[in-house]
T-cell receptor
Framework: DTGVSQDPRHKITKRGQNVTFRCDPI?????LYWYRQTLGQGPEFLTY????????KSRLLSDRFSAERPKGSFSTLEIQRTEQGDSAMYLC?????????FGPGTRLTVL | RKEVEQDPGPFNVPEGATVAFNCTYS??????FFWYRQDCRKEPKLLMS???SGNEDGRFTAQLNRASQYISLLIRDSKLSDSATYLC?????????????FGKGTLLTVNP
């Protein structure tokens, strides 16, 4: 499968714990995006990388959230001190141009 | 005003029906427009881009009215497999210029 992959697919954690998600984009895509989607809503933009540079961050991304793309390939999204409001689907997408290809997402449940 | 607003839905239609979805966007400087499809508990997938002159892909027709900041999607001869949530998506100008802003989506159920 040469599409965008994400790991894990599901994560259940207790409030206050840290979690880290991984995204592997389509190999030749230099742009990588993170979105968050809650029930009944469309995906909301969190952050964007071009190669290894993080070019934009949403105001939704509080200081508990950090994303990296150290070698311009895979990316990680870490949430520290999780809160119940962080429960959502976290989607990663990659692109060469305007069309963004999404991964299957990581569903986070914070108890 | 939300950046992208869609018909709230849900839409329930019989097979073979024609159904239209409407969407408005708030930023007149928006450059690119798309319709994405999202099946239940799956990731969004690009259905079609929307061009100023309007465009068609089989049973699907998309139209854009920049003056009214309005986008539409028409599905003709709907199939059971068209059941999904349809997301209106706008490229938000400024910053990276590649950030997509999604509407909430409109759920379509096509019934036999």
């Amino acid at each position: 499968d040469t599409g965008v992959s994400q790991d894990p697919r599901h994560k259940i954690t207790k409030r206050g714990q840290n979690v880290t998600f991984r995204c592997d984009p389509i190999s030749e895509h230099n742009r990588l995006y993170w979105y968050r989607q809650t029930l009944g809503q469309g995906p909301e933009f969190l952050t964007y990388f071009q190669n290894e540079a993080q070019l934009e961050k949403s105001r939704l991304l509080s200081d508990r959230f950090s994303a990296e793309r150290p070698k311009g390939s895979f990316s990680t999204l870490e949430i520290q001190r999780t809160e119940q409001g962080d429960s959502a689907m976290y989607l990663c997408a990659s692109s060469l141009a305007h069309e963004q290809f999404f991964g299957p997402g990581t569903r986070l449940t914070v108890l | 005003r939300k950046e992208v607003e869609q018909d709230p839905g849900p839409f329930n239609v019989p097979e073979g029906a024609t159904v239209a979805f409407n969407c408005t966007y708030s930023n007149s400087a928006s450059q690119s427009f798309f319709w994405y499809r999202q099946d239940c508990r799956k990731e969004p997938k690009l259905l079609m881009s929307v061009y100023s002159s309007g465009n068609e892909d089989g049973r699907f027709t998309a139209q854009l009215n920049r003056a009214s900041q309005y986008i539409s999607l028409l599905i003709r001869d709907s199939k059971l497999s068209d059941s999904a949530t349809y997301l209106c998506v706008v490229n938000t100008p400024g910053g990276s210029n590649y950030k997509l802003t999604f509407g909430k989506g409109t759920l379509l159920t096509v019934n036999p």
